[in-house]
């Protein structure tokens, strides 16, 4: 058993981390949350724990998000998570130092991933190796990266929206827009304060758009509850929201992902355009999970477009296949330490 667990791969998401062990699969899968006491900078909870302290918090503890737009807004709260995460997985084998990938955005400059690679390192990484999102988002979509033909992928995670041509196992042109998932939350809180005077919570917000949200007009609307405070008379109340009201909230934020496509598109080689066209956008990332996305996406583009198997994974699962054949990747496709 010893021999899967030297190698770790951690999708290290503004919103989820996800862990991918070779041989075991996704090992953990936890929210991107620290709970800090602002005394002494100590981590008091991580993960799960963490999370269910958001919004909730009293004043001598905070709940912190150390990653913003996909790249360490925190550093020494990053290195105590990675830490808490590569435990976590490893259990019993924490003797062996173990290899580790991570990932970062297309856009993320070098500085940027330097603190990623001495982030995994400080945290007890062996080695630590980082992989640009949109090629592990490839790998994990079955996407034959290293053919001689164009593939388009599209990766919208919570605080990115990558978007980038792959061939011959390089990126041949790519776009990162900070724009993802919590964009989308934020646009629903400033709507519902702005149109019903209803205070909501990041939390809400997320629920309403995975429960009700779509990327376009639904005829049969689907409805749900919503609790808040309100803001004139700052007294708790309910209301119901529609399917159409999610979709003209985030509309505006929507046309900025849209807007990454097609500058990806507009600087694609002819060549590589003709074999877009022939095989479509893949979409990956949670936000590849709102209903009628990859609708929106053909309506836009006029490319096909198509959700990839487990989209909220393909990162992670990328991931696990480049350490499973790590010698071959280090060659093409990776930066290290």
Do not use: W
Request: hydrophobic content about 45%; overall charge positive.
């Amino acid at each position: 058993m010893a021999i899967f667990t030297k190698k770790i791969g951690i999708d290290l998401g503004t919103v989820n981390t996800l862990v991918f062990i070779p041989g075991r699969g996704i090992t953990l899968n936890e929210p991107t949350v620290v709970a800090i006491s602002p005394d002494n900078n100590a981590v008091l909870a991580i993960g799960i724990e963490a999370q269910t302290m958001i919004g909730r918090t009293p004043e001598n503890i905070i709940a912190k998000k150390p990653m913003r737009d996909g790249v360490i807004a925190d550093y020494k709260i990053t290195e105590a998570m990675l830490r808490y995460f590569i435990g976590k997985s490893l259990g019993r084998f924490q003797l062996i130092k173990p290899e580790v990938l991570v990932t970062v955005p297309s856009g993320s400059s070098s500085t940027e991933r330097r603190a990623v690679i001495d982030a995994a390192v400080n945290a007890g990484a062996r080695a630590a190796y980082i992989v640009k999102e949109p090629v592990l988002a490839a790998i994990g979509a079955n996407i034959p990266i290293n053919s001689a033909s164009g593939n388009l992928i599209m990766s919208v995670g919570g605080g990115t929206t990558e978007v980038a041509v792959i061939s011959l196992g390089g990126i041949v042109t790519s776009h990162s827009r900070r724009v993802g998932g919590n964009k989308l939350d934020q646009a629903i809180i400033d709507y519902l304060k702005r149109r019903h005077n209803l205070a909501i919570g990041e939390r809400t917000a997320e629920r309403i758009k995975i429960e009700v949200g779509s990327a376009l007009p639904l005829k049969d609307e689907l409805h749900i509850g919503v609790r808040g405070r309100d803001i004139v008379t700052g007294l708790p109340r309910n209301i119901n929201i529609g399917t159409n009201e999610v979709v003209e909230a985030i509309s505006e934020r929507l046309k900025e992902i849209i807007q990454a496509v097609k500058l990806v598109l507009a600087q694609t080689p002819p060549e590589l355009s003709a074999d877009i066209m022939d095989k479509g956008i893949i979409l990956s990332g949670g936000t590849a999970l709102l209903r009628n996305f990859d609708e929106l996406m053909v309506k836009a583009t006029g490319v096909p477009a198509y959700v990839a198997e487990e989209p909220l994974f393909c990162v992670a699962k990328g991931a696990g296949l480049v350490l499973e054949n790590l010698e071959f990747y280090k060659r093409s496709i990776m930066a290290r330490r």
